[in-house]
């Protein structure tokens, strides 16, 4: 699989060339809105700690991402979450709750996410797993997955990453001290939407 999701880069170009076509591509392919999850499970060996499922991007090496897709129209935001999850990722769970909206200065983009509690990962032979052959993933630890957000020169980075992940954080750690509610989807989420969060605003948030 990573070498087919190598190849494909290759035969369309590289670096910036590459991450101003993605935004680009994910303006038009995907319109004004979209949304997205944070895949987490608890390790595996029976132990308390909590791992992240993250994408590579199609068009630009090295740059890891969250799920996520266009909204169609007249579909729920959670719908298309966990689809574009589904699609993208190869996970299926239960939808936790929304962590926020995101919105982007270049493409007037807004980005809708929700933690995703994964029950099931499909192998890489899974046709539900539309993407299995063109993005690689990956499970890592919560430290992890900060780092290797902040791995890509400053100019590549996904600002509003860090801002995703230390949303979930926030209520992983609320789950872990007993607060069983911060799991639970709010089913007015879609109706009654957020103010979202400026991306530019994001680009200072490093620690957690």
């Not at 190598?6 to 994910?26: C, D, H, I, P």
């Not at 199609?58 to 579909?75: A, H, N, T």
């Amino acid at each position: 699989m990573a070498a087919a999701a190598s190849a494909t880069r290759a035969a369309t170009g590289s670096g910036a060339e590459l991450w101003q076509g993605e935004q680009n591509g994910a303006s038009r392919g995907m319109g004004k809105l979209c949304a997205g999850c944070v895949p987490v499970r608890r390790a595996r060996g029976g132990g308390t700690r909590w791992e992240v499922l993250l994408v590579e991007s199609r068009w630009c090496e090295g740059i890891w991402l969250f799920p996520k897709g266009g909204i169609e129209p007249g579909e729920p935001p959670k719908v298309t979450a966990l689809r574009e999850t589904r699609e993208e990722a190869g996970v299926i769970g239960r939808c936790g709750p929304k962590l926020g909206s995101w919105k982007f200065a270049s493409t007037k983009q807004i980005q809708k996410m929700y933690l995703l509690f994964v029950d099931e990962t499909f192998d890489e032979s899974d046709t539900r797993w539309k993407e299995r052959k063109a993005r690689n993933r990956q499970w890592l630890a919560l430290d992890d997955a900060k780092a290797l957000i902040k791995a890509p020169p400053k100019a590549d980075r996904r600002p509003e990453l860090l801002e995703i992940l230390k949303k979930a954080r926030k209520v992983l750690k609320a789950l872990d001290d007993g607060q069983a509610d911060a799991a639970n989807e709010d089913p007015g989420d879609d109706v009654a939407d957020d103010e979202p969060i400026s991306v530019a605003a994001a680009d200072s948030v490093d620690s957690e």
